[in-house]
């Protein structure tokens, strides 16, 4: 079992950049891939970013690529999304989440763990 929980969300206006976080409990942190996905007002759950057990492999969205960089310090059990050149329709609740297996997922049903959220609101 690991619970994990997001932090860094909050209001900017279109242009700037955010750092989120989502630290997670206990030892086996590096055993997870890891996943950003967001949901907005009305929209299902979509997926954004993802990274392996490592670290040495990631993934985007095509609506991100570019943008967004996540990356993880299995050290500090915490996996990060930094966002820059926020637009809109980034506007969304942030979600990280765990997976229980050897391979990264782009599939939201394949992850077993999630946090709470964290708001990200980017206004024009």
């Known amino acids: 079992q690991v619970q994990l929980l997001e932090s860094g969300g909050g209001l900017v206006q279109a242009g700037g950049s955010l750092s989120l976080s989502c630290a997670a409990s206990?030892?086996?942190?590096?055993?997870?891939?890891m996943g950003w996905f967001r949901q907005a007002p009305g929209k299902e759950r979509a997926f954004v970013a993802a990274?392996?057990?490592?670290?040495?492999?990631?993934y985007y969205a095509d609506s991100v690529k570019g943008r967004f960089t996540i990356s993880r310090d299995n050290d500090k059990n915490t996996v990060y999304l930094q966002m820059n050149s926020l637009k809109p329709e980034d506007t969304a609740a942030y979600f990280c989440?765990?997976?229980?297996?050897?391979?990264?997922?782009?599939?939201?049903?394949?992850?077993?763990?999630w946090g709470q959220g964290t708001q990200v609101t980017v206004s024009s």
């Open positions: 989440a765990a997976r229980v297996g050897w391979v990264v997922s782009l599939n939201q049903y394949e992850y077993n763990y």
């Open positions: 206990g030892r086996t942190f590096s055993s997870y891939p």
């Open positions: 990274v392996s057990r490592s670290g040495g492999s990631t």
